[in-house]
């Protein structure tokens, strides 16, 4: 598992594109037959992915970092599965996900494995982890169990479908929130206006970008904006004094998390594009 300090809103402000990138994109996820790793220190966020290929994947754990005997023996961790047919195995119970599926796992769950249907098209399974102070069960959500939310309109390029899977009126958990937005065709803004969370981070999985495209990701404190350019199936780590938003130039989707204070997906501190610098 690898590590990362996060700057704070004044260092950021005098970092140059490439140690921008270092700091708040990931981009070293998605390894075929592996499973990848990154600790943050926002929150205590742990960012990952697992791609079996031939094999289960099996997801262990790290002194250095958790100091715990197993992965989420005091930590929660939402998966959802952006790439083909596949399963996670929790406690010996099998879970078969389908692209866009969702699962929780719950504190205390001992033995996590990954399952691909097929190597020659594996699973790509997105991992989100916090930490936890209560036990809920692992639940399974298939895309059509989401709350879908329509957002949006064309005339502002921002026609989105929000497919809400771990919230308080969904699956159940301690801090993590989760789920995934869709841009309809045409459509290239996602959630304006831009926003911070004084309360807690949110990271971004962007996905579903086609190869010559890509999403300027703007972050920052509302006067002191600077972006990142996404490519598919690369993360944005959003701090609590950082907005988030993103134009792509064409569609795209996006996984959102969140973790901190609470769980109240309206919590946040909008900033009309006027206020932007």
Same mark, same amino acid.
């Given at each position: 598992?690898?590590?990362?300090?996060?700057?704070?809103?004044?260092?950021y402000?005098?970092?140059t #594109? $490439?140690?921008?990138?270092?700091?708040?994109?990931?981009?070293?996820?998605f #390894?075929?037959?592996?499973?990848?790793?990154? +600790?943050t220190?926002?929150?205590?966020a742990?960012?990952?992915?697992?791609?079996?290929?031939? $094999?289960?994947?099996?997801?262990?754990?790290?002194?250095?970092?958790?100091?715990?005997?197993?992965?989420?023996?005091?930590?929660?961790?939402?998966?959802?599965?952006?790439?083909?047919?596949?399963?996670?195995?929790?406690?010996?119970?099998?879970?078969?996900?389908?692209n866009?599926?969702?699962?929780y796992?719950?504190?205390?769950?001992?033995?996590?494995?990954?399952?691909?249907?097929?190597?020659?098209?594996?699973a790509?399974? +997105?991992?989100?982890?916090?930490?936890?102070?209560?036990? +809920?069960?692992?639940?399974?959500?298939?895309?059509?169990?989401? !709350? $879908?939310? @329509?957002?949006?309109?064309?005339?502002?390029?921002?026609?989105? #479908?929000?497919?809400?899977y771990?919230?308080?009126?969904?699956?159940?958990?301690?801090q993590?929130?989760?789920?995934?937005t869709?841009?309809? !065709?045409?459509?290239?803004?996602?959630?304006?206006?831009?926003?911070?969370?004084?309360?807690?981070?949110e990271?971004y999985? +962007?996905f579903n970008?086609?190869?010559?495209?890509?999403?300027?990701?703007?972050?920052?404190?509302?006067?002191?904006?600077?972006?990142?350019?996404?490519?598919?199936?690369?993360?944005?780590?959003s701090?609590?004094?950082?907005?988030?938003?993103?134009? @792509?130039?064409?569609?795209?989707?996006f996984?959102?998390?969140?973790?901190? !204070?609470?769980?109240?997906?309206?919590?946040?501190?909008?900033?009309?594009?006027?206020?932007?610098?």
């Open positions: 598992m690898k590590s990362r300090i996060i700057p704070d809103e004044i260092r402000q005098r970092m #594109t $490439a140690e921008l990138r270092q700091s708040f994109l990931v981009d070293d996820i #390894t075929p037959g592996a499973i990848d790793l990154l +600790y220190d926002v929150d205590r742990i960012i990952g992915s697992a791609v079996p290929t031939t $094999a289960k994947l099996t997801l262990g754990t790290s002194k250095q970092q958790l100091a715990a005997d197993y992965f989420c023996q005091r930590r929660e961790l939402g998966v959802l599965n952006i790439g083909h047919a596949g399963a996670v195995i929790v406690d010996g119970k099998s879970h078969p996900m389908d866009c599926d969702c699962l796992i719950g504190r205390e769950s001992k033995q996590i494995e990954f399952e691909s249907r097929s190597a020659s098209g594996p790509r399974f +997105y991992l989100i982890s916090y930490p936890a102070h209560q036990n +809920y069960p692992t639940t399974l959500a298939r895309r059509s169990d989401a !709350e $879908a939310v @329509g957002l949006g309109s064309q005339r502002d390029a921002n026609q989105r #479908t929000l497919f809400k771990i919230h308080p009126k969904g699956i159940r958990s301690c993590l929130v989760m789920g995934f869709q841009l309809k !065709e045409g459509s290239i803004w996602n959630t304006m206006p831009p926003h911070t969370h004084t309360r807690r981070s990271i999985l +962007y970008i086609a190869p010559t495209a890509c999403v300027f990701h703007m972050m920052g404190a509302p006067q002191e904006t600077r972006h990142l350019i996404m490519k598919d199936a690369q993360a944005a780590i701090p609590s004094w950082s907005i988030h938003a993103g134009a @792509g130039t064409s569609a795209y989707s996984i959102w998390a969140m973790g901190g !204070e609470n769980q109240d997906f309206d919590d946040m501190d909008k900033f009309p594009a006027t206020e932007l610098r």
